[in-house]
T-cell receptor, first 113, second 119 residues
Framework: AQSVSQHNHHVILSEAASLELGCNYS??????LFWYVQYPGQHLQLLLKYFSGDPLVKGIKGFEAEFIKSKFSFNLRKPSVQWSDTAEYFC???????????FGTGTRLKVLA | GAVVSQHPSRVICKSGTSVKIECRSLDFQATTMFWYRQFPKQSLMLMATSNEGSKATYEQGVEKDKFLINHASLTLSTLTVTSAHPEDSSFYICSASGWPGGSGANVLTFGAGSRLTVL
């Protein structure tokens, strides 16, 4: 069955630290890949997406993610986190030819000021 | 940008009653809307996919007679939890696929969610 794994469930970092959140999926075909973010008390918002082309995609607020097809991964990165990045981050996969997204279990990031 | 409005944000009801949750796309036409359920510390579980003017497609294990979904227009989908029980207490989130002008296909715009508590 198709699935998305986010290995880090809780991450605590100090401000200015670098961030990398892992995301791996299981699907052999073409996929669209997404990272969504949910700030405290707010709804899910799109952070960045990959459809095709350059596997390194840049999103809002300095985030980027790299699609490595051979590793079935789409890890999220940010060189220097801020306190305002405290949120829950969800990786999502939209397999081509299907009608639905598959979400990972989410990673709660807490950034200490 | 695209906005999805979900109402109510919180609802408390007695066991056995029915609750309706509305999901509206405010500035774009959403041909497809998705309904999710989110359990504490777990991911979003897709309940059903609704397409405007047709019957919803339910995921395995989701009771279609308990969770009635209607998508009567391109901007409105509703989820009705019928004969609610305490185990139906959860956070329900809708999302819509689409974007103003037709670009950004397959990008989801989420509602703020509805927290249902069944006493």
């Amino acid at each position: 069955a198709q699935s998305v794994s986010q290995h880090n469930h809780h991450v605590i970092l100090s401000e200015a630290a670098s961030l990398e959140l892992g995301c791996n999926y299981s699907y052999g075909g073409t996929v669209n890949l997404f990272w969504y973010v949910q700030y405290p008390g707010q709804h899910l918002q799109l952070l960045l997406k990959y459809f095709s082309g350059d596997p390194l995609v840049k999103g809002i607020k300095g985030f980027e993610a790299e699609f490595i097809k051979s590793k079935f991964s789409f890890n999220l990165r940010k060189p220097s986190v801020q306190w305002s990045d405290t949120a829950e981050y969800f990786c999502a996969v939209f397999p081509s030819g299907t009608y639905k997204y598959i979400f990972g279990t989410g990673t709660r990031l807490k950034v200490l000021a | 940008g695209a906005v999805v409005s979900q109402h109510p944000s919180r609802v408390i009801c007695k066991s056995g009653t029915s609750v309706k949750i509305e999901c509206r796309s405010l500035d774009f036409q959403a041909t497809t809307m998705f309904w999710y359920r989110q359990f504490p510390k777990q991911s979003l579980m897709l309940m059903a996919t609704s397409n405007e003017g047709s019957k919803a497609t339910y995921e395995q294990g989701v009771e279609k007679d308990k969770f009635l979904i209607n998508h009567a227009s391109l901007t409105l989908s509703t989820l009705t939890v019928t004969s609610a029980h305490p185990e139906d207490s959860s956070f329900y989130i809708c999302s819509a696929s689409g974007w103003p002008g037709g670009s950004g296909a397959n990008v989801l715009t989420f509602g703020a969610g509805s927290r249902l508590t069944v006493l």
